[in-house]
Every structure is written in structure tokens, then in C-alpha cells.
């Protein structure tokens, strides 16, 4: 079976240079073992550092592996991978998703500076937009809510460009604060607080970012509103994507 069917990247078969390959693994000054890590009586702090490093990467790629493991066994065992899967520790739809993410990234477009998080957060976008946006956050070194940040960034100015109502914290009757007609259109919100207490410590999380309470409140809303459909992206887009492979 040719690989680029798995991952993008065909077998080398000998006619051309061989793909670089980075293996991963641990200092040899630590004996690694299923339930831990044997360190020596003594170990030098640039040496504890990059061990820390190298845990650090072999955390991030197995997202990747465990993906590619998938997308392999999908497409060479499609009648006995679900068996193997259930023999293992491994939740079916957590490797689903990183099957997903990893199926949108062919093993050259995947940026090895960035984690497999960043490639989510982007996951669901055009591949010209994938690229563009995991080139920003390389270059200007975002972590993954930096670049989930700039995203919803904008999205939100891309919204407004379009003219798409926005939720206001306040009914203002159809007329600005100012008493000036409204631009979008405002949709009217009651909430009902559970105390006093609570309203006073919105009211003050509200001044300490210098912003009037109304605005704080929608602002707060669409922050966890953004985060927790960033956090589903993947499995959402798992989802709605057509199964392939």
C-alpha cells in the first residue's frame, strides 16, 4: 500500500533521497518505564531541561501518531482496526478526532514548530487559510489561544463586514445610548442573578477591565461561547465531515 494514501508522504523505494527523519525519545541518563521515570543521583539542570523538552514533544506528536495509526489501520485493516482499537486503553472518537485533524494535514504541511493544537484550532478552514494562519502564529510565536484569539478576532470583524446582527447586553429600544439610531439590530436579554453578591463582583470584574457592565457581560459570553466551540471544533467537524478512508 502506498503511504501518500495514509499521510501524504509516499515510500521512499530508492530511486530519490530518502525523507529526513526525526525520532523522538528521552535523555539515556533517565531509564524510562510504564509508570515512570528512573533519574540518577545526580543530573545537571541542562540535562533535566531537556528531558523536560523532549517529554514535552513526544506528548504533542502521539496526538499525530495516534491519528496516523487510525487513518492506517482504517484503510489496510478496515475489517478488524475497530478490534484492535478495543483491546487498547483508547477511546474510539478521541482517535476519530485526531484522525480528523490529522487527515487535513499531509505529513509536509505540518508545522513541527507548532503544536497539533494549533493544527485544530485550524483544522475546520480552507487549506490556503490553514496555511496562512499557522504562518502567523510561527512567525510571530502565538500559543494555541493566541492563534484561537486572532481567529475569533476575525471572524468577529468579518462578521461586522457583513452586516450579521450582534447580541447587545441592553435593550436600547432601537436607538444608541446616545440616543442616536442603532446600526445592528438589538436583541433584549433578563437574567436573574443568584444574589446581590453576584452582581457586585460582576460589577467589579467589569471596572477592572474598564468597561461598563453590559459590554463586560457580552464580552465574557462570547469569549466562553468561542472557547467551548473551539474546544468541540474537532469533534463537531468529525461529525459533519464525511467519513473518508
Not at 501518500?4 to 521512499?12: C, D, E, M
Not at 545526580?42 to 540535562?47: D, G, M, R, T
Not at 485544530?120 to 499557522?134: I, S
Request: proline fraction near 3%; charged fraction near 30%.
Amino acid at each position: 500500500m502506498n503511504a501518500r494514501s495514509v499521510n501524504g508522504l509516499a515510500k521512499n523505494d530508492g530511486s530519490g533521497p530518502a525523507e529526513p527523519r526525526q525520532r523522538l525519545g528521552l535523555d539515556r541518563s533517565v531509564v524510562t518505564r510504564r509508570t515512570g521515570l528512573q533519574f540518577p543521583n545526580q543530573l545537571s539542570y541542562p540535562i533535566w531541561e531537556r528531558i523536560g523538552k523532549q517529554i514535552s514533544l513526544i506528548c504533542d506528536s502521539s496526538a499525530w501518531w495516534l491519528g496516523d495509526w487510525l487513518i492506517y489501520g482504517e484503510t489496510a485493516y478496515a475489517d478488524r482496526y475497530r478490534m484492535a482499537i478495543e483491546q487498547t486503553s483508547l477511546d474510539y472518537q478521541t482517535l476519530r478526532n485526531y484522525a480528523w485533524v490529522a487527515r487535513r494535514f499531509s505529513l509536509t504541511r505540518r508545522r513541527d514548530k507548532l503544536s497539533f493544537a494549533h493544527h485544530a484550532e485550524v483544522a475546520a478552514l480552507p487549506e490556503e487559510e490553514q496555511d496562512l494562519w499557522l504562518r502567523r502564529a510561527e512567525q510571530n510565536g502565538w500559543s494555541r489561544n493566541r492563534l484561537r484569539r486572532e481567529l475569533r478576532g476575525a471572524t468577529r470583524i468579518a462578521r461586522m463586514a457583513e452586516g450579521a446582527p450582534e447580541l447587545e447586553g441592553r435593550s436600547t429600544g432601537g436607538r444608541r445610548s446616545g440616543g442616536e439610531p442603532a446600526a445592528k439590530a438589538a436583541v433584549d436579554v433578563n437574567v436573574q442573578l443568584a444574589s446581590r453578591e453576584q452582581l457586585e463582583r460582576w460589577k467589579l470584574a467589569a471596572r477592572l477591565q474598564n468597561s461598563d457592565l453590559a459590554d463586560w457581560m457580552v464580552e465574557s459570553l462570547e469569549n466562553i461561547a468561542a472557547e467551548v466551540i473551539g474546544e468541540q471544533s474537532v469533534a463537531t467537524a468529525e461529525i459533519m465531515a464525511p467519513a473518508r478512508g
